[in-house]
């Protein structure tokens, strides 16, 4: 294993270091881990989010104005604790209650859980709001239900905006379980991660096979299969993101008037002709921009093959598994308020625009 690292104990701690080096306009505490925003003029929703380091730039890339007020960066693909999440809560919190945004991992949500209860007993408000785009999976190694990947990212961007804009936590809450109710994801691998704690590839794939539906931690996805060429691949990831199968899943609600978490059932909507989307092309870490566009060509064709508009789009490395080779596609079927927020400014060390 040959990695711009130096002890592996170590890793988390000194990107950090230089993560703070790199923009000292943010926060970075080192015990417990966390980045954040300064406290903002006016009173605003916190929007926080956090999970397992090797996924740069997400979370950490994202905090700053337009987006995550607070991030919660774990040790590589572990789930930060609970502790973590509550200091960088207070650190940001202004007085109109903090939103949690958890990928759909065991680890996260039970940290995250905590993380509401603790708060809420200290006279906050609070709700979390579960991501689970991966339509590759129904249950994983890591989940009960789909898992959260880089469909986080979009709807980071659309809920940051809407935080700056004085809604409520209410409407955030709301705004999130719309935004994963219409949001999808699709993963392939054509060569695994290596986890510096461990100093070798998590799988092994031969020189022609990828790993179809693939996690962003090298969980196994749906099948093996040859790989021939950039758009027979980029054909079946779409059909399968394009399956106009409803998806019903449970999921916990906190309830803050009475201090509980109530389960609710979700149903995710169908792409139809005539949607707005936004697309998200995204690099698993180790795929060239190069590619991407290339990839990105043929999901323009066969969106508008099937009457699909795509209003806009994101192309490049925004939700990464370390050094793997491969991408992820990720729909979101925006509505007109959706498309409003996504075009507010944002100013953040990965994403910016408008400012």
């Excluded at 919190?93 to 905590?114: A, H, Q, R």
């Excluded at 609070?126 to 999976?137: C, F």
Aim: one cysteine or more; proline letters at 5%; hydrophobic letters at 35%.
């Amino acid at each position: 294993m040959k990695k711009m690292i130096n002890q592996v104990d170590n890793i988390v701690r000194e990107q950090l270091e230089g993560f703070s080096n790199a923009n000292p306009d943010l926060i970075v505490s080192l015990d417990p881990f966390y980045i954040s925003r300064r406290k903002p003029e006016k009173p605003k929703v916190a929007l926080i989010s956090g999970g397992g380091s090797g996924h740069e730039p997400m979370h950490s890339g994202f905090v700053g104005f337009g987006m995550l007020d607070s991030a919660c960066p774990g040790e590589i693909f572990t789930s930060p604790t609970p502790d973590q999440m509550y200091e960088c809560a207070k650190q940001v919190e202004s007085g109109e209650g903090i939103l949690f945004l958890v990928k759909n991992y065991t680890g996260d949500v039970m940290n995250f859980e905590t993380a509401v209860e603790l708060l809420h007993g200290d006279g906050y408000k609070v709700q979390a709001a579960l991501i689970d785009d991966d339509v590759a999976v129904k249950d994983s190694l890591y989940t009960a239900g789909r898992r959260g990947v880089a469909g986080t990212v979009l709807a980071e961007k659309i809920l940051g905006a809407a935080t700056e804009d004085g809604y409520s936590l209410e409407e955030c809450s709301k705004l999130a379980k719309r935004i994963t109710n219409h949001a999808r994801s699709i993963g392939v691998a054509l060569s695994a991660c290596t986890v510096p704690a461990a100093g070798i590839p998590g799988f092994t794939l031969a020189d022609n096979d990828v790993e179809f539906g693939i996690g962003i931690h090298g969980e196994p996805g749906i099948k093996r299969m040859p790989f021939t060429d950039s758009d027979s691949m980029v054909s079946e990831m779409m059909e399968r993101l394009l399956d106009n199968t409803s998806y019903v899943r449970n999921v916990n609600r906190w309830d803050n008037e009475q201090g509980e978490w109530i389960e609710e059932s979700w149903t995710t909507s169908p792409l139809i002709q005539g949607d707005n989307v936004i697309v998200l092309v995204n690099s698993l870490g180790g795929t060239p921009l190069s590619e991407l566009y290339c990839v990105y060509r043929k999901v323009t064709e066969i969106l508008e093959k099937k009457g699909l508009s795509i209003e806009r789009n994101l192309i490049g490395a925004y939700c990464t598994s370390l050094d793997m080779q491969g991408i992820s596609i990720s729909l979101l079927n925006a509505d007109d308020e959706m498309l409003s927020l996504w075009d507010k400014p944002v100013h953040t060390p990965a994403l910016r625009w408008g400012c």
